[in-house]
């Protein structure tokens, strides 16, 4: 089995902070990981080095075809070298980050255009399938200030989208969003992974992660604990650690 991703023996610190360590992950093509564990577990950390936004300290990442090892001997990848494998990691944070002077679909358009040199009436071509798919075809000429958040978090995910990319990466994707607003943002998140897109996603939505994801992964002081099928490890956790953290999110349902 080739893994569309693999990273081995990842670490990062932010000066005295460990925030990785020795972090080991193998993802199938089409699968689904969910990363759940409490704030400053590293979570986000590791989606970063994914996607070379943090570089690593040592350790290996690989995603479809492409490597890099990071530490004392390696050689770092030049800003060349960073911004295609970016291209071919669509990531999604948080915050929506959409430009603010350009309308919905020149948002979306942007990123073929400008690092893939797509032509424009391309580009724009998918864009607007892009839109379609994400459910918002009639804002596509619209600025991002009309867009409700989960309006704005749709097209941050039709913007991955258009880069083409192997993989999702979705970094609390739902967590600034008011609480109706998240449904819509999940339900493209799980018709993505009902297409059979590779994805790591970072969340709180325990029920998600439980219903959409392959595979869990329970992170801690920057430390995979426990991974496992999804249903498992959320269902029925062998660690304390996890069994503790998950009873937080059981009492309130």
Sequence with gaps: ?????????????????????????????????????????????????????????????????????????????????????????????QHFNLFPHMTVVQNVMEGPVSVKGMAKAKAEELARKLLAKVGLSDKAEVFPNRLSGGQKQRVAIARALAMEPEVMLFDEATSALDPELVGEVLGVMRNLAAEGMTMIIVTHEIGFAREVADRVLFMRDGVIVEEGPAREVIGAPKQEATRAFLSHFHNRG
């Design 1 to 93: 089995m080739s893994y569309k991703i693999e990273v081995s023996g990842l670490r990062k610190s932010f000066g005295a902070l460990t925030v990785l360590r020795d972090i080991n992950v193998a993802v199938e093509p089409g699968q689904v990981v969910a990363l759940i564990g409490p704030s400053g577990s590293g979570k986000s950390t590791l989606l970063r080095c994914l996607n070379l936004l943090v570089m690593p300290d040592g350790g290996k990442i690989r995603i479809g075809d492409d490597s890099f090892a990071f530490g004392d001997s390696s050689k770092m990848p030049g800003t060349k070298e960073q911004a295609r494998f970016r291209s071919n990691t669509g990531m999604v944070f």
